[in-house]
Nanobody
């Protein structure tokens, strides 16, 4: 079955950088969307960035210019490079995946059936 395992979270000062990784396994093939979401306690999970198999990407407005989603060459690993981190980026970050027949990827939590367990990112001085 599909498994997603996130890593790379931690504590960092404002202005710092982190790279999150999502190691995927069990995908049977075919086009898919892979995405990063984040969630603050008491709030809904929000999409941060998404990437299709064909390389199409999209970002939340809050992530544009600071975060980059990418996939490793030759390995089923999705990355989220985060730079110039702000305290408001503090959240649990989740990797998600779904099959797709489209070029673009959705940003709604309900559109993704597969999820990782999450990794915590804390930005504080």
């Amino acid at each position: 079955q599909v498994q997603l395992v996130e890593s790379g979270g931690g504590s960092v000062q404002p202005g710092g950088s982190l790279r999150l990784s999502c190691t995927a396994s069990g995908w049977s093939g075919g086009r898919r969307c892979m995405a990063w979401f984040r969630q603050i306690p008491g709030k809904e999970r929000e999409a941060v960035a998404a990437r299709s198999s064909g390389g199409w990407t999209t970002y939340a407005d809050s992530a544009k210019g600071r975060f980059t989603i990418s996939k490793a060459d030759g390995a089923d690993i999705l990355y989220l490079q985060m730079s110039n981190l702000k305290p408001e980026d503090t959240a649990a970050y989740y990797c998600a995946q779904r099959a797709t027949g489209r070029t673009s990827c959705p940003k709604s939590e309900g559109d993704y059936p597969y999820w990782g367990q999450g990794t915590q990112v804390t930005v504080s001085s």
